[in-house]
């Protein structure tokens, strides 16, 4: 089963920032759509970010919108979710994941393969 690699995560103060990578050594990345997730303790999973192959078309959570950034480099086959005023709600465990429609219409976890297994993030004074 083919897996992508999460990392990035750490300790950052509230207001601070971070830039999550999601990388496939197995395959490329570059065809197909990604979304990232996250699950905080005691929480189901939720979708935060997608984006389309070409970068085109992003979406984020509202929780996030205008604080974090979805980006792609193709030559590095690597997806990037740069996260700046980081708040303490943001503390999870970060996934990224294939989706397996070219659109990023919606964060359903059955419409998303690969996964990862999560970079944690932790926002704490």
């Known amino acids: 089963q083919l897996q992508l690699v999460e990392s990035g995560g750490g300790l950052v103060q509230p207001g601070g920032s971070l830039r999550l990578s999601c990388a496939a050594s197995?395959?490329?990345?570059?065809?197909?759509?990604i979304g990232w997730f996250r699950q905080a303790p005691g929480k189901e999973r939720e979708g935060v970010s997608c984006?389309?192959?070409?970068?085109?078309?992003?979406t984020y959570a509202d929780s996030v919108k205008g604080r974090f950034t979805i980006s792609r480099d193709h030559a590095k086959n690597t997806v990037y979710l740069q996260m700046n005023n980081l708040k303490q709600e943001d503390t999870a465990v970060y996934y990224c994941?294939?989706?397996?429609?070219?659109?990023?219409?919606?964060?359903?976890?059955?419409?998303?393969?690969?996964w990862g297994q999560g970079t944690q993030v932790t926002v704490s004074s």
């Open positions: 994941a294939v989706r397996q429609y070219y659109d990023c219409s919606g964060y359903r976890e059955n419409e998303y393969r690969d």
């Open positions: 197995e395959f490329t990345l570059n065809y197909y759509a």
């Open positions: 984006i389309t192959a070409t970068g085109g078309i992003t």
